[in-house]
């Protein structure tokens, strides 16, 4: 059983950074891709980021391009989201997703294409 665990949520300022972690159980070479999505209250979920872990390539969502990141560790089977320029409309709840298998499209992979999540970390912007 694939296991995901988020940390770094938290409380921030507008304008203010956070990084958030995702350990993983697995080595990024055993999956296809992993990402970040999120759920803001009252709404559904939505994919934020991701990589695909065989040559680094990253999708972003366009409320997230320029100020959001993805990285990873593979040693310490890691990925990082690192949150630059907050928004209040970046509160959501924070979950990392992966996806075992090859994915046949291209862009930000469907939320219900991926395999495992983890149980999700709050993020809160405001002042």
């Known amino acids: 059983q694939v296991q995901l665990v988020e940390s770094g949520g938290g409380p921030v300022q507008p304008g203010g950074s956070l990084r958030l972690s995702c350990a993983a159980s697995?080595?990024?070479?055993?999956?296809?891709?992993i990402g970040w999505l999120r759920q803001a209250p009252g709404k559904e979920r939505e994919g934020v980021i991701c990589?695909?872990?065989?040559?680094?390539?990253?999708y972003y969502s366009d409320s997230v391009k320029g100020r959001f990141t993805i990285s990873r560790d593979n040693a310490k089977k890691t990925v990082y989201l690192q949150m630059n320029s907050l928004k209040p409309e970046d509160t959501a709840v924070y979950y990392c997703a992966i996806k075992i298998w090859p994915y046949g499209g291209t862009g930000m992979i469907p939320l219900w294409q991926y395999d495992y999540w983890g149980q999700g970390t709050q993020v809160t912007v405001s002042s």
């Open positions: 697995i080595f990024s070479s055993d999956y296809y891709a």
């Open positions: 990589i695909i872990s065989s040559d680094g390539t990253t």
